[in-house]
C-alpha cells in the first residue's frame, strides 16, 4: 500500500461519501511509478466485484455517465478525453474568481469511467467502465470551500439538484450517480427522479454515512431513499458493512467502500472510504449493463443486480448491506437473462412512438356489418329496458288505485 498523508477530514457537508480522505504524500517517487503503485492498490477492490472478468463482456462503451457532484476535473491525465463539463448550479456561492477544486467529483468519476494512464494506460485509476463517458454537473461544493454555507442556507441553490437532474436527462446520460445526501427530502427532487426513470435512466445514489450514530438504524437519507433510487451501502472485506455505512430499509446493494483508491485533481492519487465510493463502483457496473442491454429498464436493472449479488445475507436482505455486495459479471449475465426472457423491456415512450409527443391510435380495420349488427341488438336491448320499466310503472299506480277504492272499516275497543 502507497504511503498516504492526510489531507482533508471530509469532502462536502451534503456529500454521502468520503468521512476520510488522504491523498499521495509520496514526493520522491515519479510519476510514473505513482501510477503504477495506484493501480496496483486500486485493483484488488476491481476483483472483489469480478470486474476484470466483466470487461471480457463489455467495457462500458456507448454510456454516459452523468456524475452530480462537485464538478470533474477534466484534464486528469486518467480522464482526459472522457469528460463533458456541464453547467454550475452553484455559481455565486464562492467568492469572485475562486476556482473550485473539484475534490470528490473527480474521485468518484474516475471510479467510474478512469481509463488509466501513463505508457500503454498500464498506470493510474482504472474505473469500472473505462469505455464509458463522463457528464459532469457541478450541484454541490467541496467542503473546504469558502461559499459552502452560504450554498447550504441560500434558497437560490435549493433546486441545484433536481436541475442537475434534468439537465443530466435532457443530455443523454443513461446513468445518472449522485454521491451525495441529505436527511431532508424535497418535492423538487423526487420529481426529478421520476422524470429520469420514466425517461429510461438508471439513478445510483449513496446511502449515507452515519452508521457508527449509535442507532440501531439510520435516518433515511435523499435521493438515495426515493423509490426507483439504487441505494448503496459500502462493505469491507468479505462483503462486510462499513461501521460508518447506512442501516435503514432503503439500502438496496452494496459495494466496496473502505481505503478505495481514485484519481484527484493536479494529478493527485486519493485514498478514501465511504458510500461514495461504493456508489461509483455500482455505477459504473450499471453503466456495463446499459452498454450491452441499453433497452433495459431502470426496475430491471436494478433486479439483475440484486439477484447476482454476493455475500448475500442469510436472510436474503439486510438493511446494513441490501441483497448484498455487486458482482460485475453475474450482474451482466442477469440482465441478459431479463433482456432474452423481454424483449424490448424498458423501450422509452420515444422508442414507440417517436421524438415527439404520440399522435391518434389510427384504426387499420373497420368491420361494418359488425358495427350495424351490434347497434341493432343495443338498440333492442334499450327498447325492451323501457318497456319493462313502463309495465312496472302502470303496475304500482293500479295497485294505489285498488287500495284508494276500499271501504274504511272502524272497530272499537
Same mark, same amino acid.
Given at each position: 500500500?502507497?504511503?498516504?498523508?492526510?489531507?482533508?477530514?471530509?469532502?462536502?457537508?451534503? !456529500?454521502?461519501?468520503?468521512?476520510?480522505?488522504?491523498?499521495?504524500?509520496?514526493?520522491?517517487?515519479?510519476?510514473?511509478?505513482?501510477?503504477?503503485?495506484?493501480?496496483?492498490?486500486?485493483m484488488p477492490e476491481l476483483r472483489k466485484i469480478d470486474v476484470p472478468a466483466a470487461w471480457r463482456v463489455t467495457k462500458g462503451a456507448g454510456v454516459t455517465v452523468a456524475v452530480l457532484d462537485t464538478g470533474v476535473d477534466p484534464t486528469v491525465p486518467d480522464l482526459t478525453g472522457s469528460v463533458t463539463t456541464g453547467p454550475d448550479y452553484t455559481l455565486g456561492a464562492d467568492p469572485p474568481g475562486y476556482q473550485p477544486p473539484h475534490l470528490h467529483g473527480t474521485y468518484i468519476a474516475s471510479l467510474i469511467a478512469g481509463h488509466g494512464s501513463g505508457p500503454g494506460r498500464s498506470g493510474g485509476v482504472i474505473g469500472v467502465a473505462p469505455d464509458a463517458r463522463i457528464l459532469s454537473v457541478r450541484v454541490i461544493l467541496d467542503d473546504q470551500e469558502p461559499g459552502l454555507n452560504i450554498y447550504n442556507e441560500n434558497t437560490k441553490y435549493a433546486d441545484a439538484i433536481p436541475d442537475?437532474?434534468?439537465?443530466?436527462?435532457? $443530455? +443523454?446520460? =443513461?446513468?445518472?450517480?449522485?454521491?451525495?445526501?441529505? &436527511?431532508?427530502?424535497?418535492?423538487?427532487?423526487?420529481?426529478?427522479?421520476?422524470?429520469?426513470?420514466?425517461?429510461?435512466?438508471?439513478?445510483?445514489?449513496?446511502?449515507?454515512?452515519?452508521?457508527? #450514530?449509535?442507532?440501531? @438504524?439510520?435516518?433515511? #437519507?435523499?435521493?438515495?431513499?426515493?423509490?426507483?433510487?439504487?441505494?448503496?451501502?459500502?462493505?469491507?472485506?468479505?462483503?462486510?458493512?462499513?461501521?460508518?455505512?447506512?442501516?435503514?430499509?432503503?439500502?438496496?446493494?452494496?459495494? %466496496?467502500?473502505?481505503?478505495?483508491?481514485?484519481?484527484?485533481?493536479?494529478?493527485?492519487?486519493?485514498?478514501? #472510504?465511504? &458510500?461514495?465510493?461504493?456508489?461509483? @463502483?455500482?455505477?459504473?457496473?450499471?453503466?456495463?449493463?446499459?452498454?450491452?442491454? %441499453? *433497452?433495459?429498464?431502470?426496475?430491471?436493472?436494478? =433486479?439483475?443486480?440484486? #439477484?447476482?449479488?454476493? $455475500?448475500?445475507?442469510?436472510?436474503?436482505?439486510?438493511?446494513?448491506?441490501? @441483497?448484498?455486495?455487486?458482482?460485475?459479471?453475474?450482474?451482466?449475465?442477469?440482465? +441478459?437473462?431479463?433482456?432474452? *426472457?423481454?424483449?424490448?423491456?424498458?423501450?422509452?415512450?420515444?422508442?414507440? @412512438?417517436?421524438?415527439? %409527443?404520440?399522435?391518434?391510435? =389510427?384504426?387499420? $380495420?373497420?368491420?361494418?356489418?359488425?358495427?350495424? !349488427?351490434?347497434?341493432?341488438?343495443?338498440?333492442?336491448?334499450?327498447?325492451?329496458?323501457?318497456?319493462?320499466?313502463?309495465?312496472?310503472?302502470?303496475?304500482?299506480?293500479? +295497485?294505489?288505485?285498488?287500495?284508494?277504492?276500499?271501504?274504511?272499516?272502524?272497530?272499537?275497543?
Open positions: 500500500m502507497l504511503n498516504w498523508a492526510i489531507r482533508l477530514a471530509a469532502a462536502c457537508i451534503l !456529500t454521502a461519501g468520503l468521512p476520510a480522505v488522504s491523498v499521495l504524500g509520496s514526493t520522491a517517487a515519479s510519476a510514473q511509478g505513482i501510477g503504477q503503485q495506484a493501480r496496483a492498490d486500486e442537475g437532474i434534468r439537465y443530466a436527462v435532457s $443530455h +443523454g446520460a =443513461q446513468v445518472i450517480n449522485m454521491s451525495l445526501g441529505s &436527511t431532508t427530502p424535497t418535492r423538487a427532487t423526487l420529481l426529478a427522479i421520476g422524470y429520469a426513470i420514466s425517461r429510461n435512466v438508471v439513478v445510483v445514489a449513496s446511502a449515507g454515512n452515519e452508521g457508527t #450514530s449509535g442507532r440501531r @438504524f439510520t435516518p433515511y #437519507s435523499y435521493p438515495a431513499s426515493f423509490t426507483g433510487v439504487i441505494s448503496v451501502a459500502a462493505v469491507g472485506g468479505a462483503g462486510r458493512r462499513a461501521s460508518f455505512s447506512d442501516r435503514n430499509a432503503a439500502v438496496v446493494i452494496s459495494a %466496496p467502500g473502505v481505503n478505495v483508491v481514485g484519481a484527484g485533481p493536479g494529478g493527485e492519487y486519493l485514498i478514501a #472510504s465511504g &458510500t461514495s465510493p461504493a456508489a461509483a @463502483f455500482v455505477s459504473g457496473v450499471v453503466a456495463l449493463i446499459r452498454s450491452k442491454y %441499453p *433497452q433495459l429498464a431502470p426496475a430491471l436493472v436494478t =433486479q439483475a443486480l440484486v #439477484s447476482s449479488a454476493r $455475500h448475500r445475507p442469510p436472510a436474503g436482505y439486510n438493511p446494513g448491506i441490501g @441483497f448484498g455486495e455487486v458482482d460485475a459479471v453475474a450482474a451482466l449475465s442477469a440482465a +441478459g437473462r431479463l433482456a432474452a *426472457q423481454r424483449p424490448g423491456a424498458g423501450l422509452s415512450a420515444s422508442a414507440h @412512438f417517436g421524438a415527439g %409527443p404520440p399522435g391518434p391510435i =389510427q384504426v387499420v $380495420h373497420r368491420s361494418y356489418r359488425k358495427i350495424v !349488427t351490434l347497434g341493432v341488438v343495443a338498440g333492442v336491448a334499450a327498447l325492451g329496458f323501457l318497456l319493462a320499466l313502463a309495465l312496472l310503472v302502470m303496475q304500482v299506480l293500479r +295497485g294505489r288505485t285498488r287500495r284508494a277504492a276500499e271501504p274504511v272499516t272502524e272497530t272499537s275497543g
